[in-house]
């Protein structure tokens, strides 16, 4: 029995995307093709590896099995084009990446011409949202994703360090006083993201939960940033958002003696499956670079630290 590995990996990515449309144009197939050439996958191993239903494809028992045997397959073939050359095994491919639209358009977005330099067999789908994306259902490859992660089925590999600190405007300090201790937090107008009205600290007794409130409260992060630049109250931000305008002055940091007690991180995010391709291996690593173990906003906002 002789198999097409190039429909063997198609196969393997109908099962990341459980759908086949979708699977069949990142290999520039179109819907009849791709359908035509898992049939005759299933006609070769006298099996029916897929169900299809109303909303996507999804394996059989007998689908299961060949998919791990599918995945060894592939991972044998790109260690075999890797021995006998970098340029043979070179990333390529539509890669389909989602990721929160303020942290995308300020530290992703200027790193993808440089990616796209260093890789030029691979081509973005790059997706602004802030919404929690369905890798699955949407047919997206790689999630970067800033906090931390629901429980999920998903694998996830940490970009980069994301260290949190509350500021204000001197203005704002000026004019309502500095607090002393988070307790202190409930005499100030304090700038809520979503509903996260519970900030948690470090302190010499323990963790201490702090119910804060104000009279702004947006879905939207650069909202609270303009907020508090303006001197409307004390944000609760990440460095990556603000540290430029702390090593500037513009914002001071808050309650420095007191860290935030949830530590939070910005990661990659991917379907959970044995055989990751090269282009989303390759996006991972060189954002990991870019943004290195001690991330460069970091160290341009050492005065919140």
């Known amino acids: 029995m002789s198999l097409d590995l190039d429909t063997v990996a198609l196969f393997v990515r109908v099962a990341a995307?459980?759908?086949?449309?979708?699977?069949?144009?990142?290999?520039?197939?179109?819907?009849?093709?791709?359908s035509t050439r898992l049939a005759q996958l299933e006609a070769t191993l006298g099996a029916r590896l897929l169900?299809?239903?109303?909303?996507r494809v999804v394996l059989t028992q007998e689908g299961e099995v060949f998919l791990v045997q599918a995945q060894a397959l592939l991972a044998a073939?790109?260690?075999?084009?890797?021995?006998?050359?970098?340029?043979?095994?070179?990333?390529?491919?539509?890669?389909?990446?989602?990721?929160?639209?303020?942290?995308?358009?300020?530290?992703?977005?200027?790193?993808?011409?440089?990616?796209?330099?260093?890789y030029p067999g691979i081509s973005l789908d790059f997706r602004l949202t802030d919404r929690i994306v369905d890798l699955?259902?949407?047919?997206?490859?790689?999630a970067i994703r800033v906090g931390a992660l629901r429980d999920s089925t998903l694998v996830a590999r940490k970009l980069a360090a994301n260290t949190r600190t509350?500021?204000?405007?001197?203005?704002?300090?000026?004019?309502?006083?500095?607090?002393?201790?988070p307790g202190d937090l409930a005499g100030h107008e304090c700038l809520i993201?979503?509903?996260?009205?519970?900030?948690?600290?470090?302190?010499?007794?323990?963790?201490?939960?702090?119910?804060?409130?104000?009279?702004?409260?947006?879905?939207?992060?650069?909202?609270?940033?303009?907020?508090?630049?303006?001197?409307?109250?004390i944000a609760l931000k990440s460095t990556w958002d603000?540290?430029?305008?702390?090593?500037?002055?513009?914002?001071?940091?808050?309650?420095?003696?007191?860290?935030?007690?949830?530590?939070?991180a910005i990661w990659a995010?991917?379907?959970?499956?044995?055989?990751?391709?090269?282009?989303?291996?390759?996006?991972?690593e060189f954002l990991q670079a870019r943004f290195g173990p001690v991330p460069y906003w970091d160290v341009a906002a050492a005065v919140a630290r």
């Open 166 to 181: 509350l500021c204000a405007s001197a203005a704002y300090l000026a004019a309502h006083g500095t607090p002393k201790h």
């Open 51 to 55: 169900h299809r239903t109303t909303r």
């Open 136 to 142: 699955l259902e949407e047919g997206v490859d790689l």
């Open 242 to 264: 603000v540290g430029a305008h702390l090593q500037r002055g513009d914002l001071v940091p808050v309650l420095p003696a007191y860290p935030l007690a949830e530590e939070v």
């Open 17 to 34: 995307l459980g759908n086949v449309s979708a699977a069949g144009r990142e290999r520039g197939l179109s819907p009849a093709t791709a």
């Open 269 to 284: 995010v991917y379907p959970s499956r044995t055989f990751v391709p090269p282009k989303t291996h390759a996006l991972i």
């Open 193 to 233: 993201l979503g509903d996260q009205r519970d900030w948690r600290f470090v302190t010499p007794g323990g963790t201490l939960n702090v119910r804060v409130s104000g009279r702004l409260a947006s879905d939207n992060g650069e909202v609270l940033r303009d907020a508090v630049l303006a001197g409307v109250g």
């Open 77 to 118: 073939q790109a260690q075999a084009l890797a021995s006998v050359g970098q340029g043979l095994a070179a990333p390529q491919g539509r890669l389909r990446v989602s990721c929160s639209s303020s942290f995308g358009r300020q530290h992703v977005s200027p790193a993808l011409p440089a990616f796209l330099e260093r």
